[in-house]
T-cell receptor, first 113, second 114 residues
Framework: EAQVTQNPRYLITVTGKKLTVTCSQN?????MSWYRQDPGLGLRQIYY???????DKGDVPEGYKVSRKEKRNFPLILESPSPNQTSLYFC????????????FGPGTRLLVL | DQQVKQNSPSLSVQEGRISILNCDYT??????FLWYKKYPAEGPTFLIS?????DKNEDGRFTVFLNKSAKHLSLHIVPSQPGDSAVYFC?????????????FGAGTRLTVKP
């Protein structure tokens, strides 16, 4: 079954405590990305990766880092989380150039106190 | 700056009737549009798309209409079913083939009552 998995699904943390949200896809997609969803704002892209070792900033990259050492994995790193990073996060993957193939993970709900 | 707006946060319709979800955009350079459906505790899933060279695209019970002059698109679901209850997001992009240019609306929660 084609899928994108994220872990953890829910996380409560405190300001400044580094955390990593993992993302993995089993479709051999070159392209992966991270979004955050906030009330009234829709999905906004944080970072994306066009392939292994190729990453770039999206629209709201401040406070986040990513890495792409393997094709299937694309972790999102918050080095020093702050309350304004409280949000619902989605990882996604797709075949380059085919938006209709975009699969999203189930989401990670993060609360930063 | 919200370039894609879904002005109705929620919509409730009776089973069997038509659901019409609306989406407006501000940038006339947008050329390709998509609708996604999202159930609770799941990620969005692709539903239907339309290119600006068309004004209508149909897939089963789902039809998307595009009015470029009004910068408006709508998703029609006929007939609506309880399983259609979900949040629907519209997205706009500058081209069909660039992965990085999608702008999403805030979503409309559709409830279909039996």
């Amino acid at each position: 079954e084609a899928q994108v998995t994220q872990n953890p699904r829910y996380l409560i943390t405190v300001t400044g405590k580094k955390l990593t949200v993992t993302c993995s896809q089993n479709m051999n997609h070159e392209y992966m990305s991270w979004y955050r969803q906030d009330p009234g704002l829709g999905l906004r892209q944080i970072y994306y990766s066009m392939n292994v070792e190729v990453t770039d900033k999206g629209d709201v990259p401040e406070g986040y880092k990513v890495s792409r050492k393997e094709k299937r994995n694309f972790p999102l790193i918050l080095e020093s989380p702050s309350p304004n990073q409280t949000s619902l996060y989605f990882c996604a993957s797709m075949i380059w150039g085919l938006k209709e193939t975009q699969y999203f993970g189930p989401g990670t709900r993060l609360l930063v106190l | 700056d919200q370039q894609v707006k879904q002005n109705s946060p929620s919509l409730s319709v009776q089973e069997g009737r038509i659901s019409i979800l609306n989406c407006d955009y501000t940038n006339s350079m947008f050329d390709y549009f998509l609708w996604y459906k999202k159930y609770p505790a799941e990620g969005p899933t692709f539903l239907i798309s339309i290119s600006s060279i068309k004004d209508k695209n149909e897939d089963g019970r789902f039809t998307v209409f595009l009015n470029k002059s009004a910068k408006h698109l709508s998703l029609h679901i006929v007939p609506s079913q309880p399983g259609d209850s979900a949040v629907y997001f519209c997205a706009a992009s500058y081209t069909k083939y660039n992965n990085n240019d999608m702008r999403f609306g805030a979503g409309t929660r559709l409830t279909v009552k039996p």
